[in-house]
């Protein structure tokens, strides 16, 4: 009896043994991953997102090779908070960079690498621990930045190492290193989102110093009727404000500094200056920042859709009829929840512009219009006594 046990007691131990690494591995998996380290390769130590990030000279445990770069004066795109931007536009380049992470304790690691192009687009490929993990990597073109990861690891020996090679005559910009400890998730910052039910100030804010500016300078190239909408950007529409144009997202709600559209109205480039013969007035722009800000409410393609058949939405004087005419071609249903007033008209247009809403509206709604001395306000859909 007692040999049969002593011979069963190595295949329990392995077992015990085993399981035991299981549910560490569980557990670990269920944590969330823990900043480590932030790197700025080739500038000073600084804060991101809440993490201190130590300056790649002469840091401890850390081993740089490649050529030193710093241009500060790129714009990036998309644009990024003061301290990142400073970051990434000081980097470690060249045809073979690596970055060496020793002393590195057993365990499982995750890693980001941001890189960036000043100007002309490269290709290169990146590894972990001799391991490709992007292959033919794009850069893009002047400004283009990307945070890259993140990419599980082990230390091999206590090293961590981080290679971009590019052709003989191509190079890599690398800029910053995030390493954070654990296989779990790794906790991401909440970011502010759209204002999606603009409250009544937050309306009354647009309608007074938003819309009038984008009207005025903004609809000749950036809205549906423009004879050609430059860059992608369409601005006569909310849903056209949150997707962006050709070059990515115009807003970061409830950060200017971060936003295309603050660095464009501030003439920051003449490839991006908005509008591109003349700067508005700084009390403008600081209206725009506010508004960014509050995360851009935006009553557009809303207002008509909340009118009912008791309570119709009147549109006064020439009212918001580009918000009704948005609402209208996407939901023509709400029709009979509007009326139109409007004693401004001249040939269906709107005060000699947004022709193509007055008509929208006159044509599928309920239309009030003045008809002139002798004749009084009258319904052109006769829809409404007079």
């Not at 557990?27 to 991101?48: D, E, H, V």
């Not at 003061?82 to 690691?109: C, H, K, L, Q």
């Not at 393609?301 to 009118?307: G, I, L, V």
């Not at 058949?309 to 939901?331: F, Q, S, V």
Request: net charge positive; with cysteine; hydrophobic share 40%.
């Amino acid at each position: 009896m007692f040999s049969i046990l002593s011979a069963c007691l190595p295949d329990m131990k392995q077992r015990v043994l085993m399981a035991m690494t299981f549910a560490t591995a569980l557990i670990s998996q269920a944590q969330p991953a823990t900043f480590l380290r932030g790197i700025n390769l080739n500038g000073p130590a600084l804060k991101i997102e809440g993490h201190d990030w130590e300056s790649g000279k002469g840091a401890r445990n850390l081993t740089v090779t490649g050529k030193t770069f710093e241009n500060q004066r790129v714009l990036l795109k998309p644009p990024v908070d003061a301290e990142r931007t400073r970051m990434i536009r000081s980097s470690v380049w060249g045809n073979d960079v690596n970055v060496t992470f020793s002393a590195v304790p057993e365990g499982s690691y995750q890693i980001y690498l941001y890189v960036w192009e000043d100007n002309n687009n490269e290709r290169f490929s990146l590894k972990v621990n001799d391991k490709v993990v992007v292959e033919a990597f794009e850069s893009g073109s002047e400004g283009m930045w990307k945070k890259l990861g993140p990419w599980s690891a082990q230390p091999v020996a206590g090293k961590i190492k981080i290679t971009a090679t590019a052709a003989s005559h191509g190079a890599a910009n690398l800029s910053g290193i995030e390493l954070w400890q654990g296989s779990g998730d790794i906790p991401q910052l909440a970011k502010a989102g759209f204002a999606e039910s603009p409250r009544a100030d937050q309306i009354a804010f647009f309608e007074n110093k938003i819309r009038p500016v984008l009207v005025e300078h903004c609809y000749e190239c950036h809205s549906a009727t423009a004879k050609k909408i430059k860059g992608g950007l369409v601005l006569d529409s909310r849903a056209g404000v949150h997707k962006g144009g050709d070059t990515g997202p115009l807003l970061t709600p409830g950060d200017p500094a971060a936003s295309l559209l603050i660095e464009a109205v501030n003439h920051l480039s003449e490839d991006t200056a908005m509008p591109p013969k003349q700067k508005l007035p700084a009390n403008v722009i600081a209206d725009l920042e506010t508004w960014v800000r509050m995360g851009a409410p935006d009553p557009r393609n809303t207002e008509a859709r909340k009118a009912t058949p008791e309570k119709p939405l009147l549109l006064i004087c020439g009212g918001p009829l580009t918000t009704a005419a948005n609402a209208l071609l996407l939901a023509p249903d709400i029709a009979s929840r509007i009326i139109v007033f409007n004693i401004l008209v001249t040939h269906y247009g709107y005060n000699g512009k947004d022709g193509w809403a007055a008509y929208i509206v006159a044509k599928q709604t309920r239309y009030v219009d003045w008809g002139g001395r002798g004749r009084g306000f009258w319904d052109r859909n006769s829809n409404l006594p007079n």
